[in-house]
T-cell receptor
Framework: GESVGLHLPTLSVQEGDNSIINCAYS??????FIWYKQESGKGPQFIID?????DKRQGQRVTVLLNKTVKHLSLQIAATQPGDSAVYFC????????????FGTGTRLTVIP | DADVTQTPRNRITKTGKRIMLECSQT?????MYWYRQDPGLGLRLIYY???????NKGEISDGYSVSRQAQAKFSLSLESAIPNQTALYFC???????????FGSGTQLSVL
């Protein structure tokens, strides 16, 4: 299967600081990447996505960076708020077979007030 | 109202019992998926369906079966539940580009 991993399983940040969540992927054929946020007791919710022909994409307070050279993906959250506390998953899609998404194991972000 | 609805939200059952988890969606998507989530293992794909007549196994289909009763309904069955099937189960949908997935709220299943 795919190897989509995270460098750190947990991350604690002070409210107002910026957060960076990292993700490594192993398949150079992956053409699409996506970040999800999962709050306790809820299903994963879409945050932001990026295609392999891009290096950076920005959303509201979030930025995704893609470094294809080292197969690395990161999610940056600006001015982290208590409501950002959750588990964050990255996922990749490889252009083979059914084009399904393969998910990483997740990073738990805790925002300290 | 939720776009992807899973029932039940919680279920406790005994080893050997047959159970069904149900999923319905109002997004009009053709593609539907069942995932399993275990602590430390992320989300793993059990089965997926691209339309009513198309059912495909995912990476961990053993011990599970599915039925796509209609475009909007996709159910997951455990024919004879075993304790290691205790997990959080998610249904998801996507459009034909199979990019962004929309998830339900999950079903927490415990097999005793």
């Amino acid at each position: 299967g795919e190897s989509v991993g995270l460098h750190l399983p947990t991350l604690s940040v002070q409210e107002g600081d910026n957060s960076i969540i990292n993700c490594a992927y192993s398949n150079s054929a992956s053409d699409y990447f996506i970040w999800y946020k999962q709050e306790s007791g809820k299903g994963p919710q879409f945050i932001i996505d990026i295609r392999s022909n891009m290096d950076k994409r920005q959303g509201q307070r979030v930025t995704v960076l893609l470094n294809k050279t080292v197969k690395h993906l990161s999610l940056q959250i600006a001015a982290t708020q208590p409501g950002d506390s959750a588990v964050y998953f990255c996922a990749e899609r490889t252009q083979t077979g059914a084009n399904n998404l393969f998910f990483g194991t997740g990073t738990r972000l805790t925002v300290i007030p | 109202d939720a776009d992807v609805t899973q029932t039940p939200r919680n279920r406790i059952t005994k080893t050997g019992k047959r159970i069904m988890l149900e999923c319905s969606q109002t997004k009009g998507h053709d593609r539907m998926y069942w995932y399993r989530q275990d602590p430390g293992l992320g989300l793993r794909l059990i089965y997926y369906s691209f339309d009513v007549k198309d059912i495909n196994k995912g990476e961990i289909s053993d011990g599970y079966s599915v039925s796509r009763q209609a475009q909007a309904k996709f159910s997951l069955s455990l024919e004879s539940a075993i304790p290691n099937q205790t997990a959080l189960y998610f249904c998801a949908t996507s459009d034909s580009r199979a990019e962004k997935l929309f998830f339900g709220s999950g079903t927490q299943l415990s097999v005793l």
